[in-house]
Antibody, heavy 120, light 105 residues
Framework: EVRLVESGGAVVQPGGSLRLSCAAS????????ILWVRQRPGQGLEWVCL????????YYGDSVRGRFIISRDNTRDSVSLQMDSLTPDDTAVYYC?????????????WGQGTLVTVSS | EIVMTQSPATLSVSPGETVTLSCRAS??????LAWFQQKPGQAPRLLIY???TRATGVPVRFSGSGSGTAFTLTISGLQSEDLAVYYC?????????FGGGTKVE
């Protein structure tokens, strides 16, 4: 069974930093890209970033580029999202998601999400 | 950026009805279009990809169609467990973009 478990969500002050983690299991981790998608309270879904299976390619949405960094450790089947210079607009549930093996930008599985709240 | 627009925002339905949800793109792209279902308090779930291919385990009452800039998700014989928010997403171009969702209530 494919499982993606996010952790690291917390309350953080504006301007602060936070690091989210995503632990994967149930599949061959280095076959798949991993994405982060967020959902602000009561709002829709917003793609945040993607990292390719080998970690050599990273892609970011405009709203986070230059502030967030995605990385992965294929020896530990995990992905991290380093988030800096956080603003209240970054308040959201952050989902870790798996990119389908053939079409890496297609999300086929989602984690349950972790809540990040940016507030003073 | 490809802007995805869904309509209607909310749809009030009764069990057994056939429901049609619309998703329009601001520009044409290859049929890399997905539909997701999200129930309250849950993560989204993939229903349809490549505009019309059902994901594993998705009931046959869900079907997708369309091409170019106009796509549709149809639920034939809606069941109570289908009450949810449905999102379309294009995964063809950067940035990946979602529609605003249609709530089926």
């Amino acid at each position: 069974e494919v499982r993606l478990v996010e952790s690291g969500g917390a309350v953080v002050q504006p301007g602060g930093s936070l690091r989210l983690s995503c632990a994967a299991s149930g599949f061959k981790f280095d076959d798949n890209a991993i994405l982060w998608v967020r959902q602000r309270p009561g709002q829709g879904l917003e793609w945040v970033c993607l990292i390719t299976w080998d970690g050599r390619g990273t892609y970011y949405g405009d709203s986070v580029r230059g502030r967030f960094i995605i990385s992965r450790d294929n020896t530990r089947d995990s992905v991290s999202l380093q988030m800096d210079s956080l603003t209240p607009d970054d308040t959201a549930v952050y989902y870790c998601a798996r990119g389908e093996e053939e079409t890496t930008t297609l999300i086929d599985y989602w984690g349950q999400g972790t809540l990040v709240t940016v507030s003073s | 950026e490809i802007v995805m627009t869904q309509s209607p925002a909310t749809l009030s339905v009764s069990p057994g009805e056939t429901v049609t949800l619309s998703c329009r793109a601001s520009q044409t792209f290859r049929n890399n279009l997905a539909w997701f279902q999200q129930k309250p308090g849950q993560a989204p779930r993939l229903l349809i990809y490549r505009a019309s291919t059902r994901a594993t385990g998705v009931p046959v009452r869900f079907s997708g169609s369309g091409s170019g800039t106009a796509f549709t998700l149809t639920i034939s014989g809606l069941q109570s467990e289908d009450l949810a928010v449905y999102y379309c997403q294009q995964y063809n171009n950067w940035p990946l973009t979602f529609g605003g969702g249609t709530k089926v209530e």
